[in-house]
């Protein structure tokens, strides 16, 4: 195991929380790797192979642990392949298998492969982000890399009240549910609906709360504010790294 | 009880590509809808509601987030959620609405991995220009017509417009996924189209009901526009 710090090769190690590739070095990359990824022409498996390799080779060397990611794609790429099983059934190439009116193709299911691994190969590369960078630190990365000040604050400020919204909308769901207002499947669609509405009103009132709340602490509009970029070993290290596997997998996809 | 999510219109990665010159023309297309869309959203959002707009789009994103997460019945023995669109825009305005939409997609994509990073463009084109910027739109035109004082225009106009813009968003959607070649496209908008006109009829209802409870409690968060309601909710306009 490699420790922080534990050798001179792990200053090179992009993806730790500490001492690694800074936060948006990592968003960067992980956007080149997704796009290199999502735009890779379809049936491509030594390009996503490679790719793969690449992205397990930074699990392994990052600090997160496997079974933390593996429990996140369990969840994650169930709604993904739900979307994509609808290529599975594509009429192209050799019947391969057929039960009832359901048949399957050579040409859908290379397809469905392709796409699935896309969409587990996108998710791997996200989650590493996600799992390895703080919401604050996504954020300030968002700011240096020049994405409108104001998108980036409003982003900030839904991630900082989500939590309290989604516990009132589960509070008032829990309240209808004690009161057995939800067994009728009318009466179910109509608390919904009232449920909404009562929670949009306490929303509106809290913003106008927060807003009020922000004035009396001296804010006045946005500040502008520059963080200088500074490249650090785990950055180059990172992009060369991010860069040169989509690169050799091209190659390696065009030579076999 | 199958979970139908309206999230079916939430592409992941991988479904549009620039493989051909057409997916390519639909991949950029959107991107620069998209991006166009959030920068108009911006500048409109900040004049209407100059230092307001940081907190109160912050918690209204927030409230589409956890409104999404609240699933009801719909027919065909199937539950769906709200995918809040028109509701937005309705509340909001288009730009607000729009942009309020635009932020619980970036959201979902890059901090949850739900919906891709790659088609962002995609699916904010077609669930925060189609869906909201349309339902909007559609919405008004209907409540001009009938009466824009009248509570039966807004009933009327929401609900129809509600049902619509999920039906033309699917329809969006479907186009983008078959014309890029990666599903069959008449397969693709036969599914899309039949789903949604059902899920559309939940969209629809939930959308009326919430209205419904809006204006029994709050009737100027309905007939007043946004920049006119500042205080409203700090109880000085009663």
Known sequence: MILPGASPISTWIPFRRERGAQPWMRVLCATIAVFAIALAPQQQGWQLTIIG???????????????????????????????????????????????????????????????????????????????????????????????????????????????????????????????????????HRRVVGMMIGSLFIRTYDRGDRIHQAM?????????????????????????????GVSLVSMGVEKVL | ???????????????????????????????????????????????????????????????????????????????????????????????????????????????FQDGGLTVLGANIVNMGLVGTFGGYYLYKGIRRLIGRDRWTGVMLGAAIAGWVSVVMASLFCALQIGLSGTVDLGLVLGAMLFWHGFIGLGEAVITLLALDYVRRLRPELIYKAPRDRSGVASGEMG
């Open chain 1, 215 to 243: 004035l009396s602490r001296g804010y006045s509009g946005l500040v502008a504010e520059k963080i200088p970029i500074r490249w650090t070993k785990p950055d180059i290290g990172l992009i060369t790294y991010t860069i």
């Open chain 1, 53 to 187: 390799l690449g992205l397990l080779l930074l699990c392994g060397l990052s600090s997160v642990s496997a079974l933390h990611i593996l429990r996140r794609l369990t969840v994650e790429l169930g709604f993904g392949l739900m979307l994509v099983l609808g290529t599975l059934f594509r009429e192209q190439g050799d019947l391969l298998w057929q039960w009832s009116g359901l048949k399957i193709y050579q040409g859908g299911l290379l397809l469905f492969c392709s796409l699935a691994s896309k969409v587990l190969l996108s998710l791997i590369a996200l989650n590493l982000l996600t799992l390895t960078t703080s919401q604050v630190e996504l954020l300030q990365a968002l700011k240096q890399l020049k994405i409108p000040p104001l998108l980036v604050a409003i982003v900030g400020s839904m991630l900082r009240y989500l939590a309290v919204l989604l516990e009132e909308a589960q509070t008032l769901q829990r309240a209808a549910q004690s009161r057995n207002l939800l067994l009728s499947r009318l009466v």
């Open chain 2, 1 to 111: 009880m199958i979970r139908c999510s309206l999230l079916a219109m939430h592409m992941p990665d991988g479904y549009l590509h620039a493989t051909t010159p057409i997916a390519g023309m639909i991949w950029l297309g959107t991107w620069g809808l998209a991006l166009g869309l959030i920068a108009l959203c911006l500048k409109r959002v900040q004049a209407t509601y100059d230092d307001r707009a940081v907190p109160l789009m912050g918690v209204c994103a927030a409230f589409i987030f956890a409104a999404q997460m609240i699933n009801f019945p719909i027919p065909m023995g199937t539950s769906g959620h709200l995918l809040g669109g028109t509701l937005a825009g309705v509340l909001l305005g288009p730009w607000a609405g729009s942009l309020v939409m635009a932020v619980v997609f970036l959201v979902q994509a890059l901090f």
